[in-house]
């Protein structure tokens, strides 16, 4: 059984009073941590601060980058070693507006994800593909070629710790949605390749999260789909009550 896991990406959202703010606002009414992990991936800026507000408990704090060397002479990048030293436990990487806007490659995806499982910091590692490559029926061949590159040097143990993020990229943050079936379809397709990868016991305990212009009006559908356990959401995060009712319906699954 996977524990569904529910995890806001603020992108580049909040100042640090509303970051607070929102902590006041749902901590002690998430729902029971047995029944769905909760995370808000912050700004750099936030993590300290939030980190030390959680104190371990739901939502825990990821960070939404991290480089993979512990350190060193890399400008404006910070380190897992850095963020684990500040109680940071999850880390996005790879997500299509770092790949798109900041030469985030495979090769460099692979580096940090296992820098991340070096560090014991949860990878959320992001796939997906282009409304072109979509359109062109190539939406497999991408998100399994995404998975493999990922994958590289990965063993089985440090896999079954990973959370992978299937996002459309022509659906996120454009209200658009693949449906529930296209969702859980491209998600099945993840499970698979990473059933080639580490056969079908190892894949099972991967957690498969959805993303893009997940609500809490459409989370129920997609957490139905056999193979999505949770979501990855950005705009709907931003609000402490979407944030809850999210966390609500993934608790009740
Ligand atoms: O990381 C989150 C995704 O990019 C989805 O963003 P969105 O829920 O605003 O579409």
Known sequence: MRKPII????????TLGEAEQFYADVQGEIPDPAKV????????????????????????VGAQNMHWEDAGAFTGEVSPVQLKDLGVNYAIIGHSERREY?????ETVNLKLKAALGHGIIPIVCVGETLEEREEGRT???????????????SRGEAE???????????????????????????????????????????????????????????????????IDGALVGGASLDPESFLRLAEVAADE
């Open 140 to 154: 497999e061949a991408k998100v399994s070629g995404q998975v493999k590159a990922a994958f590289v040097e990965v």
């Open 7 to 14: 995890a806001g990406n603020w992108k580049m959202h909040k």
């Open 161 to 227: 710790q990973t959370v992978i993020a299937y996002e459309p990229i022509w659906a996120i943050g454009t209200g658009k949605t693949a449906t529930s079936e296209e969702a859980g379809a491209v998600c099945r397709t993840i499970r698979n390749t990473l059933g080639e990868l580490y056969g079908g016991e190892t894949a099972a305990k991967i957690r498969i999260q959805y993303g893009g212009s997940v609500k809490p009006d459409n989370i129920g559908e997609l957490l139905a789909q056999p193979d």
């Open 102 to 106: 900041s030469n985030e490659t495979d």
């Open 37 to 60: 992990e909760t995370v808000i991936c912050a700004p750099y800026p936030f993590l300290y601060r939030l980190a030390g507000l959680s104190e371990g408990k739901a939502p825990s």
